[in-house]
């Protein structure tokens, strides 16, 4: 089904900052355009679980006056960006997608929503999360699901759904999203945009409600690798960023994901196709499962760590799948979770040989389309598969190791947007960006 | 009951240095008298597992014809040594007190036992340990239990409870223990001699067969604490070692012990009288608590950790209540260790205020004396108690927290001995040993 085009899609931050600067717009002119656009669409997306109007406003009147003066803070400024409601907005309801939270106003603001202000970026509201972050499907929040633009009948993916549909429909530009195991890269490949998953801590997780503190990334969602890198370098912790990605030989590889996941074999081929003619590699033996318990046992604990008390105090206010998978969480013996902490270098120092003759490795995001909501269990070729497993099963890799990684859009298979991963090494991310624009991406 | 002495009861390894340089005796006769000595008492004791008497009069052989050529490589040269049974010690049979290592040959030595051989020691025996070192009162192993020279009937305390034995009855002058929770300082509490805990890392444990790898600690048991502090310099990771204790004012304070545990008064009156006329420092609120719960929460994830293959294969090898207590062990859920691994470095803030105005804290080692073999539940003074809870209070603190940890022994109740503990900063142990030397121990 074609996609009805919003106030922002095809526009990339470096255009409306031109256009910003020359005069050409305004951040006031563009945040109305925003916030008209969620008022049409959102009723049917359920992007946001809150849009600040009057907030948006000011700040728009403040960037504004700044650009007047001369003053111009750099690609944010002036820009419509949403923020995925898991991460701490000083004054603005934060939710998390709970009942648990349903009211609660935080005092400060998170590390990177301070750092989008400082750059000068316009917050008109907070997407829809999966609740706590705590599911990939995007599809159980305490304000619903949010709704993939491609079709509102399947799934945005998750947990950052709300994010990757709002910029996929045009509502904004760009935002933030968090990537647990894949919160970030697999609703921005599910609705058809880009999405930016940093290093472990290259953008500080100060003030992001947590999932699993060892996994946690703040990450970005926009139109297209480009502006990730433009967004990720107003946000690193390390304000030098990254390198500018110069055209040139970057050595890709091709990963087969058969050893993560047997996926879609058509949503395997659109993301080989943009990969192109590239060497591939094969994951060496054992690696695939000890990332997969290593991902699972830690998360587990973690997790339901988090939510030890409201579990036992107040478990009526979940809902009721986080519940039962909460619960279920909270049962993994220690003694796994020595195994899967002690595993963690091992598994690091395996994957470490991936990248021995090459930058960048080159895989899909998710390798299945969008569901549609509320599935759990489907088909494959006759072959059953369980629907969190697939979603999560090219991404969470990425988490345990700390690698950086960004999915790009590839194309579609039966009109439902396909991601192409690209992964590298910490310092490497130039090359990651230097390869996705080799691709056009 | 009165202690009948074993040839080095009251020798320490100065003195037994000067007589082996003077030619007033020699390793191959103080090898014959500890073997001797050994095949006389240990029957009653049973502090060995195994005597290596072949092994032990070929080292002794070598150290003469070292010191006959002018070689001395420091005060373990030459000295009969005993080696608890969970350290590796290559071509001598090593069990971890159990039937799953009946006949476990090692290839190689633990490095503190590669130490022990480079400094010239003769290692006579491997000393009894509770099974794998799981348990304070060392009267659990496949070898049967170790006795208390004090009283047969009584435990030796554990889990080094076999080399605590040996050098209480004067069979050798020196043993190396291992110490996760006390497992150094509790026997050598009970069994009337000395025993040092360093600080965390500080004798690596490469080759000790793991208890719980965050806790676990080698250290010695000797007659004195002098002899602990020459042991500890000749195994220790920094040959520097530690600066020779000088007289002088060392701030030790009295660390009230119930904040711990409310033990026997009478214990708790003898070891306050050693430490002498000292201020009185109490323990932070919560800190007790918090050190108490991550002590057990990681300390039976990790061991569950060590032991699950054992544990789903071949239970029946396991002694009854060991097996028992591993299999609870096993079920303590991931999210408390989660806890428990971030309350670390917080209880370890907390804790550094005690040494605010003091460098050692001085407390009961054991806030009991030994109880009867194989007793679990007991009184004082009309309260039930439970003895390894009572056991392992004073002395699993410090391990939680890293610190070096030293006990002398202080006197007795009704013939039974009572441990003094001195605990400092790394880095301080000179002052640690200044003040046990202070007080004649």
């Known amino acids: 089904m074609p996609l009805s085009p919003g106030p922002f899609t095809g526009r ?18 563009l945040t109305e355009r925003a916030l008209d656009a969620i008022a049409e669409r959102d009723p049917e997306l359920n992007a ?9 406003r000011a700040a728009a009147r403040a960037a504004d ?37 349903a009211e609660h106003v935080p005092d400060s603001d998170a590390t990177c929503v301070a750092r989008l202000r400082r750059g ?14 705590y599911g990939p499907t995007g599809d159980r929040s ?4 949010s709704r993939n633009p491609h079709d509102p009948a399947r799934m945005s993916g998750g947990s950052s759904g709300g994010s990757a549909a709002a910029v996929a429909a045009g509502l904004v530009p760009l935002a933030l999203g968090t990537d647990t195991g894949g919160s970030v890269r697999i609703p921005a490949a599910l609705c058809g945009v880009a ?13 992001v409600f947590p999932l699993s503190l060892s996994f946690d990334h703040v990450g970005v969602l926009a139109g297209d690798a480009r502006d990730c890198l433009l967004a990720y370098r107003a ?11 110069v055209p040139g030989d970057v050595r890709v590889a091709w990963l087969d994901p058969a050893g993560f996941f047997a996926g879609d074999p058509r949503v395997v081929d659109v993301a080989r196709q943009l990969a192109g003619d590239v060497p591939e590699v094969r994951l060496p033996d054992g690696l695939a499962d000890g990332l997969r318990e290593t991902y699972t046992v830690i998360q587990s604990c973690e997790t339901s760590a988090v939510h030890a008390e409201r579990l036992t105090g107040a478990p009526e206010l979940f809902d009721a799948e986080v519940l039962e998978r909460l619960s279920a969480a909270a049962l993994t013996p220690g003694w796994r979770l020595v195994r899967a902490m002690n595993a963690r270098p091992v598994l690091a120092a395996l994957a470490d040989a991936l990248f021995d003759r090459h930058d960048v490795l080159a895989l899909p995001t998710v390798p299945i389309t969008a569901p549609p909501l ?20 090219l991404t969470s890799p990425w988490n345990v190791l700390k690698l950086p990684a960004l999915t790009v859009p590839a194309g579609t298979v039966d009109g439902l947007p396909v991601g192409l991963q690209f992964v590298c090494r910490p310092g490497d991310e130039h090359l990651l960006f230097a390869a996705a624009a080799a691709r056009g991406a």
């Open 195 to 207: 999405g930016f998953k940093p290093a472990y801590g290259a953008i500080s997780a100060a003030g």
């Open 235 to 245: 946000l690193a912790d390390d304000p030098s960023g990254v390198a500018d990605p």
């Open 374 to 393: 509320g599935l759990r269990e489907s088909e494959l070729d006759g072959r059953p598969i369980a629907v969190r497993a697939a979603l999560l099963s």
């Open 65 to 101: 006056a700044e650009l007047a003066a001369g003053t111009w803070h750099g690609p944010l400024h002036g820009v419509p960006v949403a923020v995925k409601d898991l991460i701490m907005t000083a004054g603005l309801r934060t939710t998390a997608g709970s009942r648990h939270f």
């Open 120 to 133: 000068g970026a316009v917050i008109v509201g907070k997407t829809t999360t999966h609740e706590f972050a």
């Open 142 to 145: 305490a304000n619903g699901p």
């Open 48 to 56: 946001f679980v809150t849009v600040d109007a009057d907030g948006a």
């Open 12 to 29: 990339t931050l470096t255009e409306l900052a031109r256009d910003l600067r020359a005069g050409l717009t305004s951040a006031a002119e």
